[in-house]
């Protein structure tokens, strides 16, 4: 049977992390960095990569990782969720780390990545979904070169790795470009989300060199989406549990009419309805986790359920926190906003609610009616 | 309220002529743009519903269609709602059915031009969907009200001449009698106005301090204790503002969704469709209930049946923004500016979806939250009975706080 209950290790984990988080990136020491000109917190990521070893988590350690799990990552995002914390962690630790273990030849790249030496990121729109084809935006020729744009890339601006899918003379490629590298070009983008950096990314004959061929490009492109859908969920469940937690702390407090706002049956009965999305989430999120790990058959599902669920519950439960505090949750100087931005920029990412529901449909036999 | 003796109803063919004849007078392509806007106002062509004299000419509120497709055509400018809403939707009625001749003489022209903007000082820090808690002061001397207190989440404040004002004029009564309602003079030494930045990366509202700002009792609207009354007025009329105006089919933001969609088919999903369509006919039934609502109270008052369009506006322009920034996909994790900036428009519709989806959050907030207006539903149309109160009879200055 799938375990979806948090381990002694897990828990371990969430709480040395959790505290870290507590102590260097409270939402109001992240509010105020999301408009400077360093938005991404590095020190903070150096600490988890390299103390807290959180970079490696599901990389074998033979391969420079830590050798448990994606139930293990799942934990961190849950608190990186909780925390919006401005790190690189879904582009690195996730993205491009889920992608290079799909390849052949790629095993410094894993092992700089896992450890926290190098920050990576995968070059792909982070509204893709496991399910689109191969990309074409990018190609490679016969020499190696780079060129083409890749949009919205997640972590871009400070990946010191570019792991790149791109067309080559003999099919889909995956290629690394080692950064700042001439003939790339980054550019950060004002995005949605005030917590997680996207950027355009534009090859103009860039050098790279090969990390899966056509015999694997594919496969390992569209594991490594799974992979990062599957454990976005947690993210998301962590997006949406602060703000449960958050809007059920201030209705206790609120008053109004002389008495609490949360002793209102209308707010109580809101709040129990949102508890009950999160219990959901939270199981669909484990079971993904978990079923990642195991290398189930079920992976496919299993992701497709956590994805399309818990996105549509971070976007929830931050849309309920901004109403439930009324005019405060308009305002930039509460946090609320970057816990609405995150989770609506999600809910687009590595594929909308509907497509996971349409990848479903497939998946278990619920074809849609024939035209 | 000084309507004028009864008339002959003014139609619709009437109104054609009275615009001709404005036109004819003071052709828009050669006349100031407030001297038009005053000259129409004279015409009685302002709002038609208002009384002559006052910018109408006690016309029917649905006629006013009418004059304003005719001077659109005719390219006038017009009074720009975006950058007055308050003082064209709240202040005005409030100053018609409560103001003194000279109140009426005084404010409307220059509200309804756009001379002086209007702000609205009623929402207070511990006083929000409560607002009858109100506990800014204002202690009478002489002929003079001394008002001190703060104000907050006050929309516009940073361009308004003029404040509708709700304070406390007796804290030994039960909250809702201890009121009375003011003009407040936004220039007046003790008025502090102060940016209040939103999730959208500007400030549109603001914190409003007030103290010891020397009031004329002239600027009083109403009786002293009457406040609550005259308050209920402006907030029937700003649910109806913020949801209830008459718009053409895919007039709201159900209109910008449905353009990216005729214009973008590789964004297009069956389950967006659907989800679009569905959206598409709760817009279009709102939009008719609105009209039906409006033809029913043609000469009235809105009463609480307003809020429920209020509280559909919000749900559908937050249903439907959010859709947008789905729909876009790569697109919708992009912003336009987080600039901060102190805007002199309001514009829903403005800006970028992800503008669009953060601003729409706030119409289930402004001018009475959904759940206020569910309760007002509950108990004031559907005569369902109120919560058990605790704060209803006790004298305001012994209520906890
Ligand atoms: C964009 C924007 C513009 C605004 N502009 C203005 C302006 O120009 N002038 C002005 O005066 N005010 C303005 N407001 C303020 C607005 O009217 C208040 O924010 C609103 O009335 C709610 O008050 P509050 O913020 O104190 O929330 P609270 O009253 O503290 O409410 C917190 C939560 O509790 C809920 N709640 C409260 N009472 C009950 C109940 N009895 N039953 C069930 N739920 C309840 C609320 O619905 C809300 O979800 C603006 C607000 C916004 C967001």
Redesign the pocket.
């Given at each position: 049977m799938t375990d979806l209950l948090y381990s002694e290790v897990e828990e371990d984990l969430r709480a040395s992390v959790r505290g870290l988080l507590a102590d260097r990136s409270d939402p109001a020491t992240v509010l105020a960095r999301v408009e400077t000109d360093q938005p991404y917190d590095l020190d903070l990521w150096r600490t988890l990569a390299t103390d807290l070893g959180v970079a490696g988590l599901h990389v074998p350690e033979e391969l420079g990782g830590q050798g448990a799990s994606t139930r293990e990552t799942a934990v961190v995002l849950e608190e990186l969720g909780r925390a919006v914390a401005p790190v690189p962690f879904l582009g690195s630790a996730v993205l491009a780390t889920s992608a290079l273990l799909g390849c052949d030849t790629a095993a410094a790249e894993v092992a700089a990545l896992a450890s926290g030496e190098r920050r990576g990121a995968l070059a792909v729109p982070l509204s893709a979904a496991p399910s689109a084809p191969f990309p074409d935006t990018v190609r490679v020729d016969a020499e190696g070169r780079l060129s083409g744009r890749v949009g919205t890339v997640a972590d871009a601006a400070v990946a010191e790795l570019l792991v790149v899918p791109a067309a080559g003379p003999d099919g889909p490629e995956l290629r690394a470009v080692d950064m700042p590298s001439d003939g790339v070009t980054v550019s950060g983008i004002v995005g949605l989300d005030l917590t997680r950096g996207i950027a355009d990314v534009t090859f103009d004959g860039a050098a790279s060199r090969r990390l899966a061929g056509p015999d694997v490009a594919g496969t390992a492109l569209t594991n490594a989406l799974i992979t990062a859908a599957g454990l976005l969920a947690s993210e998301q469940l962590g997006v949406a549990q602060w703000c449960l937690d958050t809007t059920v702390a201030?209705?206790k407090e609120?008053?109004?009419?002389g008495r609490p706002?949360?002793s209102?049956?209308?707010?109580k009965h809101r709040l129990a309805d949102l508890w009950l999305d999160l219990v959901g989430a939270r199981a669909a999120a484990r079971y993904a986790a978990d079923a990642l790990a195991t290398s189930s058959v079920d992976v496919p599902v299993a992701v497709a359920v956590a994805a399309s669920h818990c996105s549509s519950v971070a976007v929830k439960a931050a849309e309920e926190c901004i109403?439930?505090?009324?005019?405060?949750?308009?305002t930039w100087e509460h946090p609320a906003h970057l816990f609405l931005k995150r989770a609506k920029s999600t809910e687009s990412a590595l594929g909308t609610p509907g497509r996971h529901r349409a990848a479903l449909a497939t998946l278990v036999d619920l074809p849609a009616p024939v035209a | 309220m000084s309507t004028a003796t009864t008339t002959t109803q003014v139609d619709a063919e009437d109104l054609r002529r009275r615009v001709r004849d404005l036109l004819a007078e003071h052709d828009p392509k050669t006349t100031d743009r407030l001297e038009f806007l005053r000259a129409r106002f004279d015409a009685g062509l302002a709002w038609v519903h208002y009384p002559v004299g006052l910018g109408g000419l006690d016309a029917p509120r649905a006629l006013q269609a009418v004059v304003d497709a005719e001077l659109e055509a005719a390219g006038a400018p017009d009074n720009d709602p975006r950058r007055i809403g308050?003082g064209l939707g709240m202040a005005a009625p409030t100053i018609l059915r409560f103001g003194t001749p000279e109140q009426h003489q005084r404010f409307l022209r220059p509200l309804w031009t756009g001379e002086e903007v209007w702000?609205?000082?009623?929402?207070?820090?511990?006083?929000?969907?409560?607002?009858a808690a109100a506990a800014t002061r204002a202690v009478r001397d002489g002929d003079e009200w001394v008002v001190t207190g703060q104000?907050?989440?006050?929309?516009?404040?940073h361009t308004a001449r003029w404040g509708i004002l709700?304070a406390r004029t007796d804290p030994d009564v039960p909250k809702h009698r201890g009121l009375s309602y003011f003009v407040c003079d936004m220039t007046a030494p003790g008025v502090e106005v102060r940016p209040l930045r939103?999730i959208t990366g500007e400030a549109?509202?603001n914190e409003v301090f007030l103290s010891e700002v020397r009031l004329p009792d002239t600027l009083r609207l109403g009786e002293v204790g009457e406040g609550w009354k005259v308050a209920q007025t402006t907030l029937m009329n700003e649910r109806v503002a913020i949801g209830g105006n008459a718009i053409p089919r895919e007039g709201g933001m159900v209109g910008v969704v449905a353009q990216t969609w005729r214009e973008r088919p590789e964004l297009r999903t069956p389950e967006l469709h659907q989800r679009l369509l569905r959206l598409w006919v709760e817009a279009e039934v709102m939009r008719l209930a609105g009209e039906r609502l409006r033809q029913q109270l043609a000469a009235g008052h809105p009463g609480p049946e307003g809020s429920a369009m209020k509280l559909a506006f919000a749900r559908l322009n937050q249903a439907i923004s959010g859709l947008e920034v789905e729909l876009l996909g790569e697109e919708g994790l992009r912003y336009d500016d987080w600039t901060m900036r102190r805007p002199e428009i309001v514009d829903f519709l403005g800006r970028n979806a992800g503008y669009r989806y953060l601003?729409a959050?706030?119409?289930?907030?402004?001018?009475?939250?959904?759940?206020?207006l569910?309760?007002i539903i509950a108990e004031r149309v559907l005569g369902l009975p109120a919560?058990p109160r605790v704060d209803k009879d006790v004298p305001w200055k012994d209520l906890p706080r």
């Open positions: 201030y209705v609120r008053h109004q009419f706002v949360g209102f049956q209308a707010l109403q439930l505090h009324g005019g405060i949750g308009m | 308050i702000c609205q000082l009623f929402s207070e820090p511990g006083a929000g969907s409560d607002l104000k907050v989440w006050t929309s516009t404040a709700l939103q549109e509202f601003r959050k706030g119409n289930s907030i402004e001018g009475g939250t959904s759940e206020i569910r309760n919560e």
